[in-house]
């Protein structure tokens, strides 16, 4: 896979007198250092084409003095985006390789992480043939205007902001930006824009709220600021969840179905532990809990496999800022015994909450014959999540 990185900008919406953003320093590095760090592990260095301004060698090679570039192709950039991203994705096809995928990032991203990378990996595996954009969801009220009057309320249904980087089948969107070029068409601001001019299919995965693109002086000062602040943000939630048995043949617990002669009754597939893990995840963003978000009065949720729940609120913590750093979950009974599944249901949670095994927990324990667990007639779970945000609320 290769990676273009455009930095030919002048970013003048961000001012000036410091020099283009992304050489400018935030934290303990360049912005543009930090940019190409993000990829160090997924992409390697040869296979990057870095795309510059032609005035801008003596500034890269300043802010990039602790990372090794040498490996990587540095490209003069056109005067606007989709001329600087043509002439990366060009020096991308006169390597030694053939690459069969490409992803294109703005040098002013910074921000971007593992398991954010790793979903548009996983997306370009299932559907190689189609682009891959990231977006978040647009939640403000979106106004018209002209000469600075309101001229009316735009529907924010099925709106969403664009990030990058955007993957693309690397032939294929080299092939349509030299299209693009021979219709002297140049005003495309992002290569999905593209995608769609061609009429080709552009898949969306869950963008990351922390993703900012750096483009206005707030914005440098809003990261010094939160660079500043040597509090971080770890919050913690707690949820609760308990089911009665009925009959059956299986119980469903954490993702993993257990042979046993009762199932949990339930409107959804009844998981207790998963139940109460999504409930842990959305208080720490204030977002209520899972009723709130699948009423047990709503018959589409019938029988809903519960990993669906746990995702929408991985998904809901996520676009708020959060990284999940630590999950565990404690299930009273009886019976079945749950200690033969345990390593199953760690990497369930693993699997669905996109951070490695050593950070899932599950745990088991009876009630000593007390009470309706003791006498086998249901079971109880107990979860706990603890998620750092990147933005205080």
Not at 126 to 137: K, Q, R, S, V
Request: aromatic share 6%; charged share 20%; with cysteine.
């Amino acid at each position: 896979m290769g990676l273009v990185i455009v930095a030919a900008g002048r970013g003048e919406r961000a001012g000036t007198q410091n020099g283009p953003k992304q050489y400018r320093t935030l934290g303990a590095s360049t912005v543009i250092e930090q940019t190409i760090s993000r990829f160090a592990n997924f992409i390697p260095a040869a296979n990057t084409a870095l795309v510059i301004h032609a005035d801008d060698a003596a500034l890269l090679k300043q802010a990039t003095c602790n990372i090794d570039t040498a490996q990587m192709t540095i490209v003069t950039g056109g005067t606007t985006r989709q001329e600087s991203v043509h002439a990366g994705l060009r020096a991308l096809r006169d390597m030694a390789q053939d690459f069969s995928h490409v992803l294109i990032h703005d040098a002013a991203r910074p921000y971007v992480n593992d398991d954010f990378l790793l979903r548009i990996i996983e997306e370009i595996g299932a559907n190689p043939n189609d682009g891959i954009l990231p977006t978040i969801a647009v939640s403000e009220t979106l106004k018209t205007v002209s000469d600075g009057i309101v001229t009316g309320t735009a529907s924010r249904k099925d709106m969403h902001r664009a990030q990058t980087p955007q993957a693309f089948p690397f032939a294929t969107i080299l092939a349509l930006h030299d299209k693009a070029s021979a219709q002297a068409i140049s005003d495309f601001t992002d290569d999905a824009a593209i995608f769609e001019w061609a009429g080709m299919t552009v898949r969306i995965v869950e963008g990351d709220a922390s993703n900012i693109k750096l483009t206005y002086p707030q914005d440098f000062t809003a990261q010094e600021n939160m660079n500043n602040n040597s509090l971080p943000d770890v919050r913690t939630g707690n949820g609760y969840d308990v089911h009665r048995f009925e009959d059956g043949d299986k119980v469903i617990l954490c993702g993993i179905d257990i042979p046993f002669n009762k199932k949990l009754s339930g409107h959804s597939d009844a998981d207790v532990g998963l139940h109460a893990l999504t409930d842990a995840l959305l208080a720490t963003c204030g977002a209520g809990d899972i009723g709130d978000h699948f009423p047990p009065t709503d018959e589409k949720w019938r029988g809903m496999a519960s990993h669906v729940f746990l995702s929408e609120a991985v998904k809901i913590v996520r676009q708020n800022g959060g990284t999940i750093m630590n999950a565990d979950v404690t299930i009273v009974t009886e019976a079945p015994k749950i200690a033969p599944h345990r390593m199953a249901m760690r990497e369930k949670l693993s699997e669905l909450l996109g951070i490695s095994l050593e950070r899932c927990s599950v745990k088991a324990t009876t009630n000593e014959t007390m009470g309706f667990i003791g006498r086998k007639e249901g079971i109880m779970a107990l979860a706990t999540a603890s998620v750092v945000y990147g933005e205080k609320s």
